[in-house]
């Protein structure tokens, strides 16, 4: 599977890709990074891996100019990490059920216009929850309202601040995207449909039993 991957920040997400698919017997390689900013760590992060990698000149507004940019690189696939610009619409039509976002929070909670970066753990800190996560869903028209593809709760620790959870949760995020990515690209390849990639209870587990999510989404 050919993977496009939009990012507008320094790419820890993208790296986390970049290193699982690095192997020949992966399911999908990243082979096109898009960013809305050319300053952006994702894009030297690309180029170092050898991919190729653009800012999208008009930062990202003009729909036909990203769609042809994605079609042109093949991109079967395409994978929002960190990236803050909305998607157009025709873009999401052109790649529905085959674009996927990952956000740092248990969506449906703490997400939606103006929920990224700080504001969202400052968001779960101020609220009093005692559990956040990650979330990967598949896009849609709305901010953070796709199907919900898997989630993996991160615990509040008491003294958080939103850079201590935000951390936290960013290393789950590494093992939960590629893992997700993998399966995903599975199913497609298989022609079945991407859906939520094991039931509730397998795809929702404590963060202290990794292996357990990693068996149930190898078996999706
Ligand atoms: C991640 O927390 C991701 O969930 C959110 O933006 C952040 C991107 O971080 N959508 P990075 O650029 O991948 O390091």
Known sequence: MRIAVLASGRGSNLQALLDDLAPDTAPGRVVLV???????????????????????????????TLLETLRSAEAELVVLAGYLKRVPDAVVAAYRGRMLNIH????????????????????????GARVSGASVHLVDEEYDHGTILAQWPVPVRPGDTADTLAARILAIEHRLLPAVVRAVCR????????????????????ANMPERLEAALVNA
Not at 47 to 58: F, I, M
């Open 34 to 64: 898009l960013s809305n900013r050319a300053d952006a760590g994702a894009l030297t992060r690309a180029r170092q891996a050898g991919v190729r990698a653009a800012a999208l000149a008009d930062g990202a507004g003009d729909p036909l």
């Open 104 to 127: 740092p929070a248990l969506l449906p909670a703490f997400g939606g216009p103006g929920m990224y970066g700080h504001r969202v753990h400052e968001a779960v800190l101020a609220s």
């Open 187 to 206: 199913r497609i390849l298989a022609g079945a449909p991407v859906e939520p990639l094991a039931s509730a209870a397998d795809a929702f587990v404590l």
